[in-house]
């Protein structure tokens, strides 16, 4: 037994780069795992700068020099962050506590529907079934009701950590994205002069999962914005609400487009019925999603992740199941770190190959 083990080390851990590799690995995973509370304005901080890199770089092929890039970057998500805080949150909110208020009676309706099963169904249905539904759907939005008027009071130091985090994270961005080569090339010290096997993964990362993350980020700003208009212009009830469901869905593939389904829909049923305009909605929606699926995508993600379906899958479940949302976003970028380090990771006769 101790000399499979011994063959086993020898041949994937058999160089410097391999060890060193595999410590940073679990090394990182500790600290996100044990400090990541404490981390997140740096996490955020690192993930924004990835993403506003592009930005940065597209500036200085224009002729903008390197500071003026990144202090033009750096205003542009100051902007953002002014018009989220100042417009966007306040709206999400209102209609938020608008459609809590208008829980109780959609659950009134809901009932009636209900109540029609067991008289269409009643070898399949029992009413008291039903009236069991109901009472546990009443006493969770009574609960939730509950949550969101004391949220005002009971949460003011998480909405003062929010605005200090609002502070921080831009003042960090500008810092990463004016130094990012000399914070590279520091880190970079203390790894191996030669390191094939990291160069390898950090070239799939950034052919890939570059494209991925701002590819998303994009998909998600321009189905909300879609889907904000369309339901603006259909007139339904809490747009922008849903239309931001809209974007969000498309982190979780598979899944979210369906999940978000059912409240756009739900929505529109308790505004119009069954009825012309929520027979548009749907058909609106359809084509949204068709859209998204068929022209956005293909043109946004240019480099494919080529992960099956079930890797995929499995990596939401498990990386949403440890980080929840950010999780849920990174899913795929991480299977596919895994998958390229997996596919780098250099054994003993392939390094006597190369020999």
Known sequence: MLNILRSWIDRYFGEEETVLLALLLVVSFVVILTMGAILAPVIAAVIIAFLMQGLVGRLQEWGVPHIVAVVLATLVLLGVLAASFLLMLPALWQQSVNLLSELPRMLTEWKELLLLLPEKYPALIKEEQIDSLITAAGSELGGLGQVVVSFSLANLPVLFGVLIYAVIVPILVFFFLKDSDTILSWIGSFLPHDRP???????????????????????????????????????????????????????????????????????????????????????????????????????????AVNLHPVAIIMAVLVFGGLWGLWGVFFAIPLATLIKAILSAWPTSEEQLESA
């Open 197 to 303: 096997t990291m160069q390898t993964i950090w070239t799939e990362m950034n052919l890939q999962v570059a494209n991925y993350v701002r590819g998303k980020v994009i998909e998600i700003l321009v189905v909300g914005a879609v889907s904000f208009v369309a339901f603006i212009w259909l007139g339904l009830n809490y747009a922008l609400l849903l239309a931001l469901a809209v974007g969000l869905s498309v982190v979780i593939p598979y899944i979210g487009a369906v999940v978000v389904t059912l409240p756009v829909a739900l929505i529109g049923m308790f505004q119009w019925g069954l009825g012309t305009e929520f027979m548009y909605l749907m058909i609106v929606y359809l084509i949204i999603q068709t859209l998204d699926g068929n022209v956005l995508v293909p043109l946004l993600f240019s480099e």
